[in-house]
DNA sequence: GCGACAG
DNA sequence: ATCTTGTCGC
C-alpha cells in the first residue's frame, strides 16, 4: 500500500518511480459489465486555504442518472499541487469518500487525466490501479499531448490526442461551442470505447453528469456541512 | 537554457 | 484549485 503512495517528504523522485512501476498495471482493455447498472463521479475541492482536501462521489443510475448516493470526504491536504503528481495530492481523499459509498460503481469517472499524462498514470489511471475499478480520466485541460486532424463542432465529435506517435486520449466536443473535452482510459476500459462512453452520460452540459454532479458537491460552499 | 504545466 | 465583475452569445 504504501507503494502506490509514497509519503510527501519533498523529494518527487520516489513518487516519479511508483508512477512507471504503476503504469505496467494498467489494463487498456474493457473490464466491465455489459450493461452497466451504476457509474460514479469524482471530484475534489478545498477547503481553509487549501488546508483541508474534500472529495465528492455521486453514485448515478446507469440507465436513468438518478443520484443513488452521495458521499464527502476530508482529509487534511498532504502536499502541494504539481503538475504530473495530482493523484498523490488528492486520490486519498478520493478513496476516502468511495470508501463510505454503501454501493460500488461498475465505472468510475474521474476529474482529471487516465493516460493522458508522462509516464501514463494520470489520476484516473492511479484512482483504477489502487481501487481496481473501471476509470475514465474527463479533463478540462491538455496536460501532454497534441491533435493533428481539425476537430468538428458538432456535438460528439472526436480526434485522437497523440504524444508522439502514442495516442494516449481523445479531444472530445462534449458541447458545441465549447473547448473539447480531453478523455482518456484510466484503468479496464479500451482506448475506442473512451468517447462513447463519456458521450452516454453527457447530456446539456460541457461535463457528463457524473463528474458535473461531483464537481458541484466539491466545490459549492453550500455543502459546508455532513 | 526556454517554455509548458491536469486540479 | 481558488478569488471574482462585467460581458458575450444562444
Known sequence: MSTAFPDWTGDTAPLREAQLRLAHQVILRDQFPKRLRTVAGF?????DDGRTTRAAVVLLDADTL???????????????????????????????????LHGTPDLAFIDGHGI?????????????????????GVGKKLLIGE?????????????????GREQIGWLLRS???????VVS?????????????????TTTY?????????????????????
Request: hydrophobic share 40%; aromatic share 4%; glycine share 8%.
Open 116 to 136: 493522458a499524462h508522462p509516464r501514463r498514470l494520470g489520476i484516473a489511471a492511479h484512482f483504477g490501479i489502487v481501487t481496481g475499478l473501471p476509470s475514465i
Open 66 to 100: 438518478d443520484v443513488l448516493e452521495t458521499r464527502l470526504a476530508r482529509l487534511p491536504t498532504r502536499m502541494p499541487y504539481l503538475p504530473g503528481l495530482l493523484s498523490f495530492r488528492e486520490l486519498p481523499a478520493m478513496l476516502d469518500a468511495l470508501a463510505h
Open 147 to 163: 491533435s493533428r486532424t481539425p476537430l468538428h463542432q458538432t456535438r460528439g465529435a472526436f480526434t485522437p490526442l497523440r504524444d
Open 175 to 181: 458541447k458545441p461551442g465549447c473547448l473539447p473535452l
Open 206 to 226: 460541457r461535463l457528463p453528469e457524473p463528474t458535473r454532479l461531483a464537481d458541484r458537491l466539491a466545490s459549492d460552499s453550500a455543502g459546508e456541512d455532513h
Open 185 to 201: 482510459p484510466g484503468h479496464k476500459v479500451a482506448m475506442a470505447s473512451v468517447p462513447e462512453l463519456v458521450m452516454r452520460f
Open 43 to 47: 471530484d475534489v475541492g478545498f477547503e
